[in-house]
């Protein structure tokens, strides 16, 4: 073969590996920024759900009569308890 041939061959292949490696890390890049987005979409939504779960429980606790069930809590009044229990029933 002419040495003309082999350096167009040769030089197509190096042309070719090297636009590969250029087109991967264009590909990889759009990727890793999708990649992102995703991820802090997922963060806003699950933000969103907890600041709802948040608000539905306090509104829970306003619309309760303030009776504290945790009598590890300092403010745990029996008396109360049971009257709300009685007041259930």
């Given amino acids: 073969m002419s040495t003309t041939l082999n350096v167009a061959r040769y ?7 090297f636009y590969g490696i250029y087109h991967r890390r264009s590909l990889q890049k759009a990727h890793d920024q999708d990649k992102e987005h995703h991820a802090i ?3 806003e ?14 509104e829970s606790a306003r619309e309760s009569d303030g ?11 029996l008396e109360k308890l049971v009257a709300r229990w009685e007041k259930d029933l």
């Fill in 67 to 77: 009776v504290i069930t945790n009598p590890e809590d300092p403010r745990f009044d």
């Fill in 11 to 17: 030089s197509a292949l190096l042309s070719g590996v």
């Fill in 41 to 43: 979409h997922q963060r």
């Fill in 45 to 58: 939504q699950l933000i969103a759900q907890a600041k709802d779960a948040w608000r539905q429980k306090q």
